[in-house]
């Protein structure tokens, strides 16, 4: 089982910017998964997950919301986000991480992708 994660670079503030998510030994599709990131100095938060659902219901950080979009390619078993009009604070590392619906915490992680935003 492992999530690779890929897309970070170095861009500018309003900027776009996609990350992906490649799953391997697990249909994503059978999961809970979500984007996940952790600031310089900061501790990791939550950014956006999408259930397994037959909605996808999907939920977004205040911090985030109306300018991210995770979606899910359940043929190519891949995760995105999609993120616009970043900003200085969008500045991390980037997770994508998969759980079970009932679990409570996530237990498949991959291994990160840096995200700059910087003028």
């Known amino acids: 089982v492992q999530l690779q994660a890929s897309g970070g670079g170095l861009v500018q503030p309003g900027d776009s910017l996609t990350l992906s998510c490649a799953a391997s030994?697990?249909?994503?599709?059978?999961?809970?998964i979500a984007w996940f990131r952790q600031a310089p100095g900061k501790e990791r938060e939550g950014v956006s997950c999408?259930?397994?659902?037959?909605?996808?219901?999907?939920y977004y950080a205040d911090s985030v919301k109306g300018r991210f979009t995770i979606s899910r390619d359940n043929a190519k078993n891949t995760l995105y986000l999609q993120m616009n009009s970043l900003n200085v604070e969008d500045t991390g590392v980037y997770y994508c991480?998969?759980?079970?619906?009932?679990?409570?915490?996530?237990?498949?992680w991959g291994q990160g992708t840096l995200v700059t935003v910087s003028s």
């Open positions: 030994g697990f249909p994503l599709n059978y999961f809970t």
């Open positions: 999408v259930s397994n659902n037959a909605d996808s219901t999907s």
């Open positions: 991480a998969a759980k079970k619906s009932q679990a409570l915490t996530y237990a498949y």
